[in-house]
């Protein structure tokens, strides 16, 4: 029997079906060690030795690997055929060599596709564990261990509020701040357009000024409203003639298929789908044996999968649309690692496969395969250029005729913050020709700041800087959003607080580990280590000689001093001219003091210099507050019983209001359903009082309290609570109303684990049983039940599509199946039974 190992429980029930008889699969699910988070997991002065310790949840899955290898001829490591999937294997290799279960033949194998060809081929040909690959993978690892567990310990201490620092993330995260930072101190400069509409033949088009008092006309060069009705009253008064008419053919060629982080930029663009979302959906095709595998920096396509795509192409469409030659691709990324195939179906009779997300997903996938061996677009761009009588004043007209559509019958890609090439279509004109002219306008603008990054602009900028790999930016980008250090408006990046002062900080005292020429150049050096060109401990020995030196430099340094410099690096930031020329340091509240940057226990903050006298403070990242001007805590009034002043403010965990101050001071959180239009005073004041006593409950005698804790409004009563809808019902709640909810809570014990949950859709009565069916929501994802049996929904099943039918067939399947494990169950006790009746034998008969 040959023991094969796999990544994932779902590629391990295909492969097992395709190999068949004399074969048995397993999952790692995922790696199954890694190095443990604490000092000491990788030691520099001992040529970088790692200490790795096995995952404790796959300790089950682990024993299972151990007990087939012992019974097996041999070992097959079939990972995914990336650095990592290189790196799963040796990792299950070294712990089977520890437990002495290794069979004397192991072969490493790798398939691109989960089909049987694929995989059968694969088997055919085992090879030998790559070495430069798992150095690689061991080189990466521990320096991005050495970098977090050394450069974190000097974040926490002098820099409150920091939660870590990564090689990579760090370096992402100074592209969103730096492009906050052009945002902010951009000025955007007004200009004009004028624009004539114009008819020829019955057909309407426009045409904008390009020149102007006898000069070319560039677009800034109408600068006030004054010159705009000038150049405006220029055209309405000329009469036009067409001067020249310039048409020029235009050739489009289609994209490459797929590669990893192309995959990302366009599911983010077309789909609205986040890195990891789209890497999570594309996992599900991959292991369903839809796609090819989806970590990949290569553009081509294999010969067969070629030759597919251009039989779908000539069996759908004519013969123009296929190309005589089949279309080569080369891959231009930056650091290009192995040579796997682009992304595509595995399949192109199948145009469609699984339903919702997956579906869309493969759509994708499958037009943009497709499309790249499609014939080129054949476009026909059309100039018009018209003069007045005097010659002093010129129009254009702009325009394209689609000649042939090729590619773009199928697929055209998308783009990022660029318009579209203008598409207008253009009446037929000569020379000579005197187009009727409607109307004419002016129209006022703004130069734009730099757009702000979306996943696809950030992924795309990475890979163009070479920094990080791929197959990693989804786990990246989800770290920065995780640790609060950016947040996503509108599929947009926004630098918070944490971040901006986490990027400053590394700026100022760790400059080199934030350069991009730097971040990429050790992606060169760890891809020489991958191709054998270089030795993985002498990297690693290069890198900290310089890096552990300079933490030891700035952990010596005290928080006030780093603090100080920080205030230097920030000023412009924080502290920005005023157009007034005043000093925009001078504390607004007590005039006297200066304003400069402090740190605190939850994070830094600006403060004046004549604290305690003057208690004026403001949040890091609040530089101008409304109009340029700053603002520190509001003064909402004087609380009607306590005649103390109740304000406003802001804290680590957000609003808050504040009644006295110092230790004895009263503080309450202000609730997100409670709007800061309508807060005020008699707000506060409501909060401040909470808990709010209801009455005493009828039957108990004890009190009932309505309040707001962590988790939202509720109510208590002797121990027990229920869940409140909003903060409004904090203060409306009866006593009525409150002990019905307290007894419904009662007999619905809460949302917790083992607790009844209401379905996420009743699908209806069973075809074949009459059974009720439902969807569920459950531990491990959706599934489907009939009261008696349930069933897992696969990945390519969306529950917003699932239909009745397909729920019956989950379920009659699952069914079907044989219960797992109860042999073994029983026929346990039969082993050990007559064992215990010898022992019992052998002590009569001593």
């Not at 020429?517 to 891809?527: F, I, K, R, V």
């Not at 069916?773 to 049996?789: Q, S």
Request: net charge neutral.
């Amino acid at each position: 029997m040959q023991l094969v190992i796999v990544e994932s429980p779902a590629k391990a029930k295909t492969i097992e079906k395709y190999l068949g008889s004399g074969y048995k699969v397993l999952a790692s699910y995922g790696h199954i060690r890694d190095l443990p988070p604490k000092d000491g997991s990788v030691d520099p002065d001992n040529g970088f030795e790692m200490l790795w310790d096995n995952y404790g949840d796959k300790a089950k899955q682990l024993k299972a690997i151990t007990d087939e290898a012992k019974k097996a001829d041999g070992l097959i490591l079939a990972t995914d055929p990336d650095r990592e999937g290189e790196a799963i294997s040796w990792h299950v290799q070294e712990v089977l060599a520890k437990k002495k279960a290794l069979p004397k033949n192991v072969g490493r194998v790798t398939f691109n596709a989960i089909t049987k060809a694929a995989v059968t081929e694969a088997m055919e040909r085992p090879r030998e564990l790559d070495i430069d690959l798992i150095d690689a993978y061991r080189a990466r690892r521990a320096l991005d261990y050495l970098v977090g567990f050394t450069l974190s310990p000097v974040l926490w201490r002098k820099l409150p509020g920091a939660k870590s620092a990564g090689r990579v993330q760090s370096v992402a995260l100074r592209l969103v701040v730096e492009r906050d930072r052009e945002i902010e101190a951009f000025r955007p400069q007004e200009y004009w357009s004028v624009k004539a509409n114009m008819e020829h033949k019955g057909q309407k088009f426009d045409a904008r000024l390009t020149r102007h008092l006898g000069a070319k006309l560039d677009k800034m060069d109408l600068k006030t409203e004054g010159e705009a009705e000038q150049a405006r009253l220029a055209v309405e008064t000329g009469t036009f003639q067409v001067e020249t008419v310039e048409t020029k053919p235009v050739t489009r060629n289609p994209q490459p298929p797929f590669t990893t982080s192309t995959l990302q930029q366009e599911a983010a663009r077309k789909l609205g789908f986040s890195a990891s979302h789209t890497m999570r959906i594309a996992q599900g095709l991959y292991e369903d044996g839809a796609i090819t595998y989806m970590r990949t920096d290569g553009v081509q396509m294999d010969g067969s999968a070629i030759s597919a795509a251009r039989k779908t192409i000539s069996d759908r469409f004519d013969s123009g649309y296929l190309p005589e030659k089949p279309r080569i691709y080369q891959t231009k990324a930056k650091n290009a690692q192995e040579a796997h195939e682009a992304i595509r179906p595995t399949d192109f009779s199948k145009d469609k496969v699984g339903s919702g997300d997956h579906g869309r997903l493969y759509d994708l996938i499958y037009k943009r395969a497709m499309a790249s061996q499609m014939a080129s677009a054949r476009l026909e761009r059309t100039t018009v250029d018209m003069l007045d009588g005097t010659g002093q004043t010129g129009l254009r007209a702009t325009g394209q005729v689609m000649k042939f559509p090729g590619f773009l019958a199928v697929y055209e890609e998308g783009l990022d913050d660029s318009e579209g090439e203008d598409s207008a279509i253009l009446p037929p004109m000569t020379t000579g020709d005197a187009p009727a002219k409607h109307s004419v306008e002016k129209t006022q603008h703004f130069t734009q700041p730099p757009p702000r990054f979306s996943e696809a602009t950030l992924v795309k900028r990475l890979e163009e800087l070479g920094i990080g790999r791929p197959s990693t930016y989804a786990s990246t980008i989800q770290v920065l959003k995780d640790r609060a250090y950016v947040r996503v408006e509108k599929n947009r990046f926004f630098a918070e607080e944490s971040g901006r002062l986490l990027t400053a900080f590394l700026e100022r005292f760790f400059e080199r580990y934030v350069a991009y020429d730097y971040t990429a150049g050790l992606e060169d050096q760890l891809d020489d280590i991958s191709g054998g060109r270089a030795q993985w401990q002498a990297f690693l020995e290069s890198f900290w000689r310089d890096f552990k030196p300079k933490t030891v430099e700035v952990m010596d340094q005290k928080p006030s001093d780093i603090t100080a410099e920080l205030d230097k690096f920030l000023s412009p930031y924080l502290f920005p001219e005023r157009e007034d020329g005043s000093d925009p340091r001078l504390c607004p509240k007590c005039g006297e003091g200066r304003l400069a940057l402090r740190g605190g226990r939850f994070g830094a903050f600006v403060a004046c210099s004549n604290y305690p006298d003057c208690k004026y403070t403001r949040k890091f990242a609040q530089p101008g507050g409304d109009n340029g001007e700053d603002t520190g805590p509001e003064v909402l009034g004087v609380h009607p019983e306590t005649q103390l002043e109740v304000s406003r403010k802001s804290g680590r965990f957000g609003p808050y209001v504040e009644m006295g101050e110092g230790k004895d001071a009263k503080r309450a959180s202000i609730p997100k359903d409670v709007s800061a239009e309508d807060f005020d005073l008699e707000w506060a004041v409501k909060l401040l009082s909470l808990p709010r006593t209801i009455g005493l409950h009828p039957e108990s005698g004890e009190p009932v309290t309505a309040s707001i804790g962590r988790y939202g409004p509720y109510l208590a009563h002797a121990g027990k609570y229920a869940r409140l809808t909003s903060t409004a019902e904090v203060f409306e709640t009866g006593m009525n109303s409150a002990v019905v909810k307290l007894a419904e809570a009662a007999a619905n014990p809460g949302r917790g684990r083992g607790a009844a949950r209401a379905p996420l859709k009743e699908l209806g009565k069973h075809p074949r049983t009459d059974a009720e069916i439902k969807l569920m929501e459950g531990r491990f994802g959706p599934y489907v039940t009939d009261g008696t049996t349930n069933a897992t929904l696969p990945k390519s099943i969306a529950p917003d599509a699932l239909t009745l039918e397909e729920a019956a067939q989950l379920i009659d399947a699952r069914a079907a199946m044989p219960a797992k494990g109860k042999a073994k169950k029983k026929a346990a006790p039969k082993k050990k039974a007559p064992v215990k009746k010898a022992k019992k034998e052998t002590a009569k008969a001593k």
